[in-house]
């Protein structure tokens, strides 16, 4: 791996660590402060909002310039939006902001490995990535947890600055003061990024020029035999995980009587899982055998299901861990996939923004759902169980789809599957 991959790496786990600590805070946030039910569970869509409105728009910006620059950008907005946070925003409309600095950091992210690194090292880089994603993430929602738990946030409330009213006064405002911090420095580590040496391609002076652009775009990986496959999978998988991450702390409170704190950690649990089962899939995973791994997608839609089963800890922790192992082993070979017809055919980060798009359309449609259900009284159990229905029915769907596409089309699928084996081997 180049040095410049491991600069990436650093400012990914910088990044993502506050991003799932920050998660945590708002939910304690609210809570403290009285918010109903449904608004701790919109925190997922409104994440998301920015993502799917600015989809045509940050792919272009993000060829357009160095993607350190780009990265650099978006860290300070969020860092913006944790600010809103602390001084009296509602956290739903911060937290959106926040997403908003997500949505432009993504496609530099993902787009910087297909300017740096070749096809042949895309999975083992992704798995690296992705491994690395999730140790922040596990990372990240402790953090967040002990943040707000009394032992840590007595301590941070007691700091006091001489002549300084900080208005910092609850564990949760300590806890993203904190976080303002890790994001800082995240985008410092994004100044260090080396230029990849790639031409940029200008922003059109007409910014609405972009939406055919990016409709051209959708429609071209949609149409494409392994692209509609791969994204499929993978917009099903995030929306679903995307939102799981609320549904383990609903459904910790509700089967173990746990607090924020404590549920934080069984989240770090489906993490744990989810960084094996990535680290094993960049090993042992090629370009053209990524389409193997969809019946892990529907076995995953069934074991959501029988969470609804568990009342021990001692049997919910290696649940959690499988579940997250087998999302693990389906998404980094499917993610890459996905990559290098997406850089084939239209560049890293016009392919990275239709992904996100369709990603996040499917994380704000289930998470809108999941609130909505939440507000007119549906249990965190009966959620469960809807959302392991359609994860593993749309998961056999896309199987047959697949299949489908192998029969009818054959020698264009084989030809497709080729381009990848080549790629993987140079």
């Not at 569970?41 to 799917?52: D, E, G, K, R």
């Not at 990024?193 to 409709?215: E, H, Q, S």
């Not at 996040?360 to 998470?367: E, F, M, T």
């Amino acid at each position: 791996m180049k040095r410049g991959f491991f600069t990436i790496m650093s400012a990914q786990f910088f990044s993502s660590l506050a991003d799932n600590a920050i998660f945590i805070a708002a939910i304690e946030l609210l809570r403290a402060g009285g918010a109903p039910d449904w608004q701790r569970a919109a925190l997922v869509p409104m994440f998301a909002l920015f993502y799917v409105i600015l989809a045509p728009f940050v792919g272009a910006f993000a060829d357009a310039l160095p993607k350190g620059k780009v990265m650099f950008v978006s860290n300070a907005i969020k860092v913006i939006g944790c600010l809103m946070m602390l001084f009296g925003s509602h956290p739903l409309m911060a937290y959106a902001i926040v997403g908003l600095g997500a949505a432009a950091y993504s496609p530099a992210k993902y787009g910087i490995l297909t300017e740096l690194l070749p096809p042949s090292q895309l999975v083992k880089a992704n798995g690296w990535i992705e491994g690395l994603t999730i140790g922040s993430i596990i990372l990240g929602v402790l953090l967040g947890g002990q943040l707000v738990g009394h032992a840590i946030s007595d301590r941070l409330l007691s700091i006091d600055l001489p002549f300084v009213d900080t208005g910092i006064d609850t564990p949760a405002e300590g806890a993203i003061a904190v976080l303002v911090v890790i994001y800082a420095i995240a985008a410092w580590i994004n100044t260090r990024i080396p230029d990849t040496g790639v031409p940029m391609r200008p922003m059109p002076k007409n910014t609405l020029a972009l939406l055919p652009d990016f409709w051209r775009c959708n429609s071209r990986l949609w149409n494409d035999r392994l692209g509609q496959i791969s994204l499929s999978t993978t917009t099903l998988f995030w929306g679903v995980s995307g939102n799981l991450r609320y549904i383990v702390l609903a459904w910790a409170a509700a089967a173990l009587g746990y607090s924020t704190t404590q549920a934080s950690s069984l989240v770090g649990v489906v993490a744990i899982g989810t960084a094996v089962g990535a680290v094993i899939a960049s090993l042992r995973m090629k370009l053209d055998m990524a389409t193997r791994v969809m019946p892990l997608g529907i076995a995953m839609g069934l074991l959501v299901i029988g969470m609804n089963f568990i009342d021990s800890v001692w049997v919910a922790a290696p649940f959690l861990i499988l579940l997250g192992g087998l999302g693990g082993f389906l998404v980094v070979p499917m993610n890459a996939l996905l990559q290098h017809r997406g850089h084939n055919l239209m560049g890293a980060g016009r392919s990275i923004a239709v992904q996100n798009f369709n990603e996040q359309a499917c994380i704000l449609g289930l998470g809108a759902f999941y609130s909505l259900s939440t507000g007119l009284g549906l249990s965190a159990f009966a959620a469960i169980t809807a959302f392991g229905v359609v994860v593993a029915g749309f998961m056999f769907v896309i199987q047959r789809w697949h299949q489908h596409n192998c029969r009818v089309h054959t020698d264009e699928v084989e030809h497709l599957l080729e381009i990848a084996r080549n790629d993987h081997t140079h």
